[in-house]
């Protein structure tokens, strides 16, 4: 509390200022939905300010082009029902649900049920699960809900996903749960472009730099500190620049809050005194964010919608495909809810309020962060003096400042803070993470350009250009499942698979080789489990989601470490999970960027009896 607060006061924002800020930015907006109005008088419907709903035993869902207002601008989006996102789907634990999915437009679609523990005819991978919902015909998907908490639900053809096709899904639990809240908001994070994916997707095989306008210049090497410009020539040496956060940017894309620009400002209107639960689903293509609520904690209760130790946090990155649950308590009468893209070329925006009209002020985008050499996987043993240079943000020491609440410390015997002292017990069921992994000689071929040195575990960093602001951010290492695993067969084998890429020529794998139809399966056996090894050779973050099945993510915590269905693998990073092959079918695994698993970073986890 007392740092956020200091955050305020440093931005100068005394409570007179707030005020007379709060009555400019209204007028601002409603100047802006005026325009906007006259503009597209007739012709196109102003966005939703509020999700729809859809629920009960049968739901019939449209998928068509249509044509639509978007931050502002008409655009040609593909829909489910008629807008962006497509209405929450609000389903009950232990019901059973019948899904109607029409398709108008004149390709093949489809929808995945992201999260969801389905039979693998109903997962919605066209070429995995089923052939696809071809034009003119509808699918009907039907399956037990067998889970409660937060999803989502996307297209798994073609760029669908970029254009239009997600929505969120919350399930409510059969038994209730042990939250104290008076009103919820879903909040879909997503991400818009005006240009054809398929033309963003030829750009970046151009020249994997396209949209990364961020490049360091001559101009702005003397700003910056000694040292920098030895880091650049290694930069150089490697074909690569420190700048590469994200390949698909603000340069195109508009961040939107459930389908609302920074300007059209979503707003989540609440009585004074409330608890609020809020929903974080990040359904974009290529984006992370990272959220805030300037001055206002948030407990983080659920992950991937299984619900976890409460953990206060004051910001979290939210990786592509992933959902975070959190509660806040509002102290004023209009909070800003900021969510950064990682790379820090744009942002999406809301407001809490107690006044449907209020606003609260935004606050200024972080300078953009740096890639160090660390990030590369460069040995720190040969490598002193060279990330220290020109490194906003980036630097790698162990976020020690992410301890949990005081609320919570009363957890006798949990270590929240970090994972390293881990006891006997500890070391039996979960793995060193300070093992460092050396990469052997197989470079992976042509598509792997950037073969990381060294990789090692980065759960307790909360990531490139986080950590630095003097609050608190949510890290990996900090997640503790909220009741214990029951499952202690031991792991019997374990899967080594490196994410690897060629920038340059815009490919994307894993162990180097780019997926094809008739790649072989990686073949588990029903009831065994198995550990998963990451090691991401390559410079960039990738979100790597599993389907149909959710992994224990080592945090070094045995039967508390997190169920997850989506895992963020940083920079050189080597990172592991437990899966227990519970599920049979085959089942995609695949980045959630989508422009990298249509590259190629894809394959095949088939349950075998
Ligand atoms: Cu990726």
């Known amino acids: ?16 200022g707030f005020l007379a800020n709060t009555g400019r930015a209204t007028a601002a907006v409603l100047l802006g939905r005026f325009v906007t109005g006259c503009a597209t008088t007739g012709v196109l419907a102003a966005p939703r300010r509020r999700l729809s709903v859809v629920d009960g035993r049968t739901i019939d869902l449209h998928i068509a082009e249509t044509r639509l207002a978007v931050a502002g601008q008409s655009a040609v989006a593909t829909t489910i029902n008629g807008g962006i996102p497509g209405p929450e789907i609000r389903l009950r634990e232990g019901q059973d649900v019948t899904l109607r999915v029409s398709n108008a437009l004149d390709e093949d679609t489809s929808i995945h049920w992201h999260g969801l523990l389905v039979p693998p005819g109903m997962d919605g991978v066209p070429g995995v699960s089923f052939p696809g919902i071809p034009p003119a015909t509808t699918f009907e998907y039907r399956f037990p809900v067998r889970q409660s908490g937060t999803y989502w639900y996307h297209s798994h053809s073609g760029f669908q996903e970029q254009t239009g096709i997600y929505g969120p899904i919350v399930i409510e639990p059969r038994e209730p749960e042990p939250y104290n809240y008076q009103r919820e908001f879903t909040i879909v994070l997503s991400d818009w472009t005006f240009e054809n994916p398929h033309r963003v997707l030829a750009n970046l095989k151009r020249y994997g730099g396209y949209y990364n306008f961020q490049r360091r210049t001559l101009a702005n090497l003397a700003d910056e500190p000694p040292g920098a410009l030895a880091n650049r020539f290694s930069w150089a040496r ?17 961040f939107l809050m459930n389908g609302l620009s920074p300007d059209e400002n979503w707003r989540g209107v609440f009585e004074p005194g409330e608890r609020l639960r809020l929903r974080f689903i990040n359904a974009s293509a290529a984006t992370y ?3 805030r609520i300037p001055g206002l904690p948030m407990q983080v209760i659920q992950a991937d919608g299984m619900p976890v130790v409460p953990v206060e946090t004051d910001e979290f990155r939210l990786a592509i495909a992933e959902t975070l649950d959190v509660l806040v308590e509002p102290t004023g009468a209009a909070h800003t809810i900021f969510a950064e893209a990682m790379d820090r070329s744009g942002h999406a925006r809301g407001t809490l309020a107690t006044d449907p009209h209020a606003t609260a002020p935004v606050p200024g985008r972080r300078p953009r962060p740096l890639l160090t050499m660390a990030d590369m996987g460069m ?11 020109g490194a906003a943000g980036g630097d790698h020491g162990p976020a020690h400042q992410n301890t949990p609440s005081e609320e919570h410390s009363g957890m006798s015997g949990m270590d929240h803070s970090h994972a390293s002292g881990m006891d006997e017990m500890a070391a039996a069921c979960s793995e060193n993470l300070d093992v460092v992994a050396r990469h052997d000689g197989d470079g992976h071929g042509a598509g792997n350009a950037m073969v990381a040195e060294t990789a090692r575990s980065r759960i307790s960093e909360p990531g490139v250009g986080l950590g630095q602001d003097g609050w608190r951010v949510l890290t990996y290492s900090q997640l503790r499942r909220a009741t214990p695993g029951e499952d202690s067969q031991p792991v019997t084998r374990t899967i080594e698979l490196h994410l690897t890429g060629n920038m340059e020529r815009y490919m994307w794998s894993f162990d180097g080789e780019q997926y094809h139809r008739d790649m072989p399966d990686i073949v588990l056996h029903y009831g065994e489990r198995v550990r998963f090894v990451l090691i991401n050779d390559t410079m960039m973050a990738h979100p790597i989601h599993l389907h149909g099945m959710f992994f224990e993510l080592d945090v070094g915590a045995c039967e508390r470490n997190p169920l997850k269905h989506t895992v963020n693998v940083q920079p050189a990073e080597r990172t592991s ?9 085959r089942w995609a695994f695949h980045c959630h960027i989508l422009y990298h698993m249509e590259a190629g970073m894809f394959r095949v986890v088939e349950v075998r009896v």
């Open 1 to 16: 509390m007392s740092r956020s607060h200091d955050n305020h006061d440093r931005r100068g924002l005394t409570r007179r």
């Open 289 to 291: 964010f990272d959220v």
């Open 577 to 585: 999970f437990v899966v227990t092959a519970q599920e049979v079918g």
């Open 238 to 254: 490697m074909r690569m620049d420190a700048t590469d956060i994200a390949d698909v940017t603000g340069a195109t894309y508009t």
């Open 379 to 389: 040995d720190h043993s040969n490598m002193q003096g060279m990330d220290n240079g």
